[in-house]
């Protein structure tokens, strides 16, 4: 049987050949507090949605943390519309669409693809399905709508949460 790299290299994770350290490059640290100036954007739409104090206080939870330049490509004039709305509802489904309830480390995602033949599927807290699946050594993920967005950082902890950055903003519905 003909296996594709990217089932080959599944396979090799599954059954657990490959280190941790060997399935993804050094990461470079960020810096995850308001204060971060990769994603500024993401921290002005959780203080405009109220959703700070909830984050910081309960969980833990899992958040999949769109860079200021995954907001720049997802679409400034709509976001600007969703941040200057008086009913905020759609933001924070947007933005609940990037987070799952627990601690969803990169290794549990990866056992979850092994587990599911090369695809998962998550939960998020807005309460739609959120799918993973491998492209060579990124995990990529995919919302309903056929998005994607790439896990670009890792495991970033911070308190109660587990930040993974991705490249692009997912939507729960189309937008």
Same mark, same amino acid.
């Given at each position: 049987?003909?296996?594709?790299?990217?089932?080959?290299?599944?396979? !090799?994770?599954?059954? @657990?050949?490959?280190?941790?350290?060997?399935?993804?490059?050094?990461?470079?640290?960020?810096?995850?507090?308001?204060?971060?100036?990769?994603?500024?954007?993401?921290?002005?739409?959780?203080?405009?949605?109220?959703?700070?104090?909830?984050?910081? /206080?309960? /969980?833990?939870?899992?958040?999949?943390?769109?860079?200021?330049?995954?907001?720049?490509?997802?679409?400034?004039?709509?976001?600007?519309?969703?941040?200057?709305?008086?009913?905020?509802?759609?933001?924070?489904?947007?933005?609940?669409?990037?987070?799952?309830?627990?601690? !969803?480390?990169?290794?549990?995602i990866l056992r979850a693809l092994?587990?599911?033949? /090369?695809?998962?599927?998550?939960?998020?807290?807005?309460?739609?399905? !959120?799918?993973?699946?491998?492209? @060579?050594?990124?995990?990529? !993920?995919?919302?309903?709508?056929?998005?994607?967005?790439?896990?670009?950082?890792?495991?970033?902890?911070?308190?109660?949460?587990?930040?993974?950055?991705?490249?692009?903003?997912?939507?729960?519905?189309?937008?």
């Open positions: 049987m003909k296996m594709t790299p990217t089932i080959s290299l599944l396979a !090799l994770l599954c059954m @657990g050949t490959l280190s941790s350290s060997a399935q993804y490059q050094k990461k470079e640290t960020l810096s995850v507090t308001a204060e971060s100036e990769r994603h500024s954007t993401l921290f002005a739409a959780v203080k405009a949605v109220e959703m700070d104090d909830i984050l910081e /206080g309960s /969980g833990p939870f899992t958040i999949f943390a769109p860079s200021n330049a995954a907001f720049e490509k997802f679409s400034s004039a709509k976001l600007k519309e969703l941040m200057s709305a008086k009913d905020k509802s759609e933001l924070k489904s947007l933005l609940t669409y990037h987070i799952v309830a627990g601690n !969803l480390t990169a290794s549990r092994c587990r599911g033949k /090369g695809r998962a599927s998550f939960t998020t807290v807005q309460g739609k399905k !959120l799918t993973a699946h491998m492209e @060579g050594y990124d995990i990529v !993920l995919t919302d309903p709508v056929g998005n994607t967005a790439r896990i670009t950082h890792a495991d970033l902890s911070h308190g109660n949460r587990v930040i993974h950055e991705i490249d692009s903003v997912i939507l729960p519905a189309q937008m």
